[in-house]
């Protein structure tokens, strides 16, 4: 008996991940079809759940979170990791030379990328997680290409320069990063807090992380 009730339990597995499988990809379908007509700061998750005709819309986060097929998203990720560096690449390029400068810079490029673009930057996030064989998901390529370097190279400049006195920079930027991928999940562009507000709290938010000197 016992046997018997593993081996149905182990069907029932299967099952479920199967269906769950089958929802996500179509998702990936509905979104794609929406990548084609809308731009990137038009589309919603909630969106994305109504043209694949889930009901209720809210299930399709439950669907997207975990593991997302390799494949499904590859164009249009690609589009959002282009963007991502480039709006990240101008903020630092633009700003003064000193570490706070850039670091600043940095985080607000992130926030306001995130925030511009925030349904479609949280599926990014979920890709992260994601490794199949040697290949790197688009989540874990944006961290590869240059993001976190990029935070972490300031933040040593900063530390060089003696203005971020944090005894620990590996940790503070991945708090930084942290604080900002965070956002994704809980802002809510209807609530109280404007976008131009919540940036410069994370500025603010940042340059606490690696303490710099000059912060008042």
Do not use: C, K
Not at 37 to 48: A, C, F, V
Not at 64 to 93: C, H, K, Y
Not at 175 to 193: N, Q, R
Request: avoid cysteine; charge should be negative.
């Amino acid at each position: 008996m016992p046997l018997v009730l593993d081996t149905l339990a182990h069907v029932d597995r299967i099952a479920a991940r199967a269906a769950l499988q089958q929802r996500r990809a179509e998702l990936y379908r509905a979104a794609a079809d929406l990548f084609v007509d809308l731009r990137l700061d038009e589309i919603s998750l909630r969106d994305i759940a109504a043209h694949a005709g889930m009901e209720p819309v809210e299930s399709a986060r439950d669907y997207l979170a975990g593991t997302l097929e390799r494949d499904a998203w590859e164009v249009p990720l690609s589009v959002l990791v282009d963007e991502f560096f480039r709006v990240i690449n101008s903020a630092v390029a633009n700003a003064g030379p000193s570490a706070e400068e850039r670091l600043s810079a940095l985080v607000r490029g992130t926030m306001s990328y995130y925030l511009r673009y925030q349904t479609s930057a949280l599926l990014l996030r979920y890709r992260t997680i994601m490794r199949v064989g040697e290949r790197f998901s688009i989540g874990e390529q944006v961290v590869e290409r240059g993001a976190s370097q990029l935070f972490g190279e300031i933040i040593q400049q900063g530390v060089r320069e003696g203005v971020f006195r944090t005894p620990f920079p590996a940790d503070a930027r991945r708090s930084i990063e942290a604080a900002g991928t965070a956002a994704l999940e809980w802002y809510d562009h209807a609530g109280p807090v404007p976008p131009d507000e919540l940036i410069e709290r994370y500025v603010r938010v940042s340059l606490a992380t690696v303490e710099f000197t000059g912060l008042r």
